[in-house]
């Protein structure tokens, strides 16, 4: 009996250690189902199901982790505000990477064309860092300001910028700021060819790769890698081939060769790029809601996702192609749409429009091929800067191949609006261990209140709107004081709910920070000056940064 209770024991405690049995309860209050990923029969032309945590979100939520932005109604109870989506703006004076150098030409084409590879803000050197690909060759630039591009005379290849030299297609660099090993500082994922593999390479400064350190199966020509930080999972964001797509039979029907994308996880980035047959899930593609640019009796297709953690969520950046008459004119007019996860799979995607468009100017650097970067933006005091791909003319025709910037207000993709008078909006219950509500809002017209309800309803003195000091402003980083009271502190743990009460204004999202610096403990994307890490830890103190001084004089 004692045996037998003893194999009992051993028994269930190596059940608890397998991750598929366990239940998750992530940073957000979502509760993961203990199947994860989630399987789906299969991708189809209709809209994914809404996100399970928008039909039933936690009884409370912490918010803790980052900035709080309101892409999707997890946060909201009710609201009479509008809901405006935001597009990004292209900087003037695109392409900011455009080829240059002798080595940057390949036929009729020059290539200085980031794809995806990645845009990074290094905080140990203190500059903007670039990779992209010209023709088999992955090469590196840096940057001051994030606009104005040095490529550097570097060891690798004699007299040039190229930092590796293999036959692929597009890579993603990834600069690991939780990594504790120095020598892996930054990894370089990309597709080689004609093998059809992912190959892995490690560095320290980004610019010697060293040796090959693991490679995949044969996968699509388009896969691209990224960090969750809130699960401490790397994803391999895969395009449907031999890796085990499943497509349904009326999305094949549509275009043989469709594109979709496939999932798998796995805590190590080696891991990540050891799956087995059968074992990538699948994942996303487009649907009936993405249009078609022309009727040419083609679905729009899913090109890439790449993903990157931005404040308290996963920001999903879709390369979606709409489809073309004529391929040898025009290079795929893929544009980036965005979406948003709170688990790291599942996505809701409120509007199909572009936040960065193709442009429709045949003579433009972007008219074809737009696409993301990996790393997804870098937050610049107020703006993120979302770097992209751009293709002039067609494939087989003399053209470029070039690395573009378009700038969003930080936190900017979605504001709630009351731009017709008055409205107001109540969160859901939240908690919060901090002191200090701020919101990034634009009242500069209008004015914000804000009150503190408890779960009935009723608001909590002295939080209330009478007791809260008028915002009019346009700040990103806005403090939210009340007449007798220091702080929130009081109501620190205890579940409460924000009302913010708008006129003539956008408000962006709202965050409780345990400093009065306002940092939101959210993670930045591929980072920004200032910033010490791969989260907000100094809130204001990116104004602080030399650079930033230097260009706000």
């Given at each position: ?27 957000n ?63 003037p ?20 064309m ?8 290094d905080?140990a ?9 010209s023709?088999?060759n ?17 060891d ?106 496939n ?60 489809g073309?008459?004529?391929r040898d ?67 087989y ?90 702080d ?66």
């Amino acid at each position: 009996m004692e045996n037998r209770k003893l194999q009992s024991a051993l028994i269930l405690a190596w059940l608890l250690t397998l991750p598929a049995l366990r239940a998750e309860t992530l940073y957000n209050g979502i509760e993961l189902p203990s199947e994860w990923p989630p399987r789906i029969p299969a991708v189809t032309p209709e809209p994914q199901e809404t996100p399970p945590y928008l039909l039933s979100p936690p009884a409370v939520i912490p918010i803790d982790v980052g900035r709080q932005l309101f892409v999707d109604y997890f946060l909201i109870e009710k609201t009479d505000l509008r809901r405006h989506f935001h597009t990004a703006h292209y900087y003037p004076a695109n392409p900011v990477i455009r080829p240059d150098k002798n080595w940057e030409f390949h036929g009729q084409r020059g290539q200085s064309m980031a794809f995806s590879d990645g845009v990074w803000y290094d905080p140990a050197s203190h500059l903007f860092k670039a990779w992209y690909v010209s023709g088999p060759n992955t090469l590196y630039a840096t940057s001051d300001d994030g606009v104005h591009w040095v490529k550097p005379v570097l060891d690798v290849q004699a007299g040039t910028n190229i930092v590796h030299a293999d036959k692929r297609d597009s890579s993603t660099v990834w600069l690991d700021l939780e990594e504790k090993d120095p020598s892996r500082r930054f990894k370089l994922v990309f597709y080689r060819r004609p093998a059809g593999v992912l190959v892995l390479y490690f560095s320290a400064d980004g610019i010697h790769w060293g040796n090959e350190i693991a490679s995949s199966l044969p996968t699509g020509d388009r896969t691209t890698v990224f960090w969750n930080p809130f699960r401490k999972v790397w994803v391999a964001s895969l395009r449907a081939s031999s890796a085990g797509a499943v497509i349904a039979p009326e999305y094949r029907a549509a275009n043989e060769k469709q594109r979709i994308r496939n999932y798998f996880e796995n805590p190590d980035l080696i891991g990540a790029l050891h799956w087995k047959e059968g074992q990538p899930v699948p994942w996303i593609g487009a649907d009936r809601l993405d249009a078609a640019r022309v009727d040419i009796g083609v679905r729009p297709e899913l090109y890439n996702l790449d993903a990157t953690p931005y404040e308290s969520l996963m920001l999903g950046l879709f390369s979606v192609w709409r489809g073309q008459p004529n391929r040898d004119l025009r290079d795929k007019p893929n544009e980036i749409v965005v979406g948003f996860s709170r688990d790291g799979f599942h996505w809701d995607k409120p509007f199909r429009k572009a936040l960065i468009p193709v442009s429709e100017h045949p003579d433009a650097w972007n008219w074809g091929n737009v696409q993301s970067v990996g790393g997804g933006c870098v937050v610049v005091r107020d703006r993120l800067y979302f770097y992209m791909s751009g293709r002039s003319a067609g494939p087989y025709v003399p053209g470029t191949d070039a690395t573009g910037l378009a700038t969003l207000r930080r936190d900017g993709f979605i504001s709630m609006d009351a731009d017709r008078g008055r409205g107001s909006l109540t969160t859901r219950p939240v908690r919060f261990s901090g002191k200090h509500l701020f919101v990034n809002v634009n009242s500069a017209e209008g004015e914000l209140g804000v009150e503190v309800l408890d779960q009935g309803g009723r608001a909590i003195a002295p939080f209330t709107l009478d007791n809260c000091l008028p915002i009019r402003v346009d700040n990103t980083l806005q403090i939210v004081a009340w007449r007798g009271a220091t702080d929130l502190g009081s109501l620190a743990g205890t579940p409460v709910k924000f009302r913010f009460h708008l006129r003539d204004g956008s408000l962006y999202s709202f965050w409780v920070s345990p400093d009065r610096s306002g940092a939101s403990y959210g993670y930045v994307a591929a980072g920004g000056p200032g910033f010490t890490g791969p989260t907000d830890t100094v809130g204001r103190g990116i104004y602080d940064h030399g650079w930033v001084k230097k260009a706000l004089n």
